[in-house]
């Protein structure tokens, strides 16, 4: 099973970006997708996640209002629109594939992405 994330990048305070994460190796609609961040020093901490037909989405109160997540799955990708973006969410964010609950646990995904940074510059 491959994850790989994309889309990172540095921008201002303010600004957009667009992560994107393919995955091969595994039925994709089959799993809950989710994106999770860590910061420099920090623990990986739970950002959305979203059901097998993208029906259903959920999102931590940090990012609500401002990302958006959504997948694809003829293409077998998910993605993550980030709007608004504050220097607070500087990290690398990681895409991640959960086949039995929904969950914000990091502990429950079974498989990982590689991680892309995003920088937002104050």
């Known amino acids: 099973v491959q994850l790989q994330a994309s889309g990172g990048g540095l921008v201002q305070a303010g600004g957009s970006l667009r992560l994107s994460c393919a995955a091969s190796g595994l039925t994709f609609s089959r799993y809950l997708m989710g994106w999770f961040r860590q910061a420099p020093g920090q623990e990986r901490e739970f950002v959305a996640h979203?059901?097998?037909?993208?029906?259903?989405?959920y999102y931590a109160d940090s990012v609500k209002g401002r990302f958006t997540i959504s997948r694809d799955n003829p293409k077998n990708t998910v993605y993550l629109q980030m709007n608004s973006l504050k220097p607070e969410d500087t990290a690398v964010y990681y895409c991640a594939a959960e086949s039995i609950r929904t969950s914000v646990s990091a502990s429950d995904y079974d498989y990982w992405g590689q991680g892309t940074l995003v920088t937002v510059s104050s």
């Open positions: 979203i059901s097998l037909k993208g029906g259903s989405t």
